[in-house]
Nanobody, 124 residues
Framework: QVHLVESGGGSVQAGGSLRLSCTAS????????MAWFRQAPGKERQGVAR???????RYADSVKGRFTISQDNAENTLYLQLNDLKPEDTAMYYC??????????????????WGQGTQVTVSS
């Protein structure tokens, strides 16, 4: 059974940084894509970044140059470094795995497995 657990969220002021982690069990990421999504209250879940084998990365335009996705395959852990945070980055952040390859990799329906989320709150 695949289990994803996020950590690292918190409350920061605008311009601050956080590093999110997602530890996977019952799952091997080396031949798959993993991704980060976020969802603010009253809004749809939004793709933030994804990483596939050979370290191919893709980012939403709103986070390019500020967020960095990475993974440690030996530890089965996915990371998201969040820099220069803005109030509009406030959301619950989720990691996802088990990509369905026929679907755009930054769409929520492209993934089979989800964590419970970690909250990021950015104050102005």
């Amino acid at each position: 059974q695949v289990h994803l657990v996020e950590s690292g969220g918190g409350s920061v002021q605008a311009g601050g940084s956080l590093r999110l982690s997602c530890t996977a069990s019952g799952y091997t990421s080396s031949n798959d894509c993993m991704a980060w999504f976020r969802q603010a209250p009253g809004k749809e879940r939004q793709g933030v970044a994804r990483i596939c084998s050979a370290s191919s990365t893709r980012y939403a335009d709103s986070v390019k140059g500020r967020f960095t996705i990475s993974q440690d395959n030996a530890e089965n852990t996915l990371y998201l470094q969040l820099n220069d945070l803005k109030p509009e980055d406030t959301a619950m952040y989720y990691c996802a795995a088990g990509r369905i390859r026929s679907i755009d990799s930054l769409l929520p329906r492209a993934y089979n497995y989800w964590g419970q989320g970690t909250q990021v709150t950015v104050s102005s």
